[in-house]
């Protein structure tokens, strides 16, 4: 499974959307996401990857595809 897939299927469970909703540009607040939703998401993402996000993410500027480039990006490092 694609790293997007994961990401994907991460926020789906956390939301309570399907996945195939999600498009590349969806931001995280448009998702109703509010700072609780956030460290969540970190939290899943760390279990899932064994990497962390930055702390200071803004859920109003990041993206569904911002957060698969980071991880991608730290897999690769």
Known sequence: ???DHRVRAILARQ???RGDELRTTTTIQSLGAD???LVELQTSILEEFALELPEEMSPE?????DIVRMIDTAQEA
Do not use: C, E, P
């Open 15 to 17: 939301f309570g959307i």
């Open 35 to 37: 700072s609780y939703d």
């Open 1 to 3: 499974m694609t790293t």
């Open 61 to 65: 500027a990041i993206t569904v595809g």
